[in-house]
């Protein structure tokens, strides 16, 4: 018995090497998948989450939650201007500006923000009683100038957003409340607010009927307007 001692001992040996060998593969492995998952579900350029991690934390918020959601939906106007006056580099520094306030703001209501493409974002809030408020920060925060480098000169690009806002029913899905903020985004433009509120009823005017101002002019004049 005593000559097997010596190569059970050593067995022990290689397997736990092989163990302690697997442990730091393991974590990479997990480290690959975890950021595999990351860019499935973010937007490459701004960070924020893509139209598919925006459902997934929709999902998440529904399973965890029994408190109806907000789903803010911004739009950036005459964005094609700052890419024909200064560049597309300027076009994606003000993304990611814009990105990085919208995320504070979802972080601070425990909330979501997205990049839903170009110059769209969403953002996902728990529904309260001073969500109008909440929401006509928001715009005002986007709303600021950004300040930029160009070739060593300082540039300060305008900025400004309307918005469409709908508080989801218990059997909405994100389709259904992008539609619908989809929609008061469109009378928010047409009307020249800064945002509105998705109401029963409110629907998208047909293709041949979409006439009339879509863009806002001065922010002084849609406050005087609202």
């Known amino acids: 018995m005593s000559e097997f001692i010596p190569m059970i001992a050593s067995w022990v ?27 499935l579900e973010h937007d490459p ?44 580099h300027a076009g994606d520094e003000l993304l990611i500006e814009v990105a990085h306030r919208l995320a504070e703001i979802a972080d601070l209501y425990g909330g979501a923000a997205a990049r839903r493409s170009g110059d769209e974002f969403a953002v996902l809030l728990p529904a309260h009683r001073d969500l109008e408020r909440t929401v006509d920060a928001i715009v005002a925060v986007v709303s600021q100038p950004v300040r930029i480098s160009i ?16 508080i989801s029913e218990p059997s909405d899905d994100l389709d259904t409340l992008l539609h619908r903020a989809d929609v008061a985004l469109y009378h928010a433009k047409h009307t020249w607010r800064l945002f509105v509120m998705h109401r029963p009823g409110m629907a998208m005017p047909e293709a041949r009927h979409r006439q009339g101002p879509r863009r806002r002019d001065r922010r002084e004049q849609q406050q005087v307007m609202r």
């Not at 040996?13 to 860019?39: D, E, I, K, S, W």
């Open 151 to 166: 070739d060593g000169t300082a540039v300060e690009l305008p900025a400004s957003a309307s918005a469409g806002v709908c």
């Open 13 to 39: 040996v290689v397997f736990l090497l092989g163990r302690f060998a697997a442990v730091p593969a393991t974590r990479r492995l997990r480290r690959r998948l975890a950021g595999a998952v990351r860019q």
């Open 45 to 88: 350029l701004t960070g924020l989450l893509n139209r598919r991690g925006l459902a997934a934390a929709h999902d998440r918020w529904q399973r965890k939650h029994h408190r109806p959601l907000a789903l803010v939906f911004l739009d950036l106007d005459d964005f094609k201007a700052v890419n024909d006056t200064h560049g597309h």
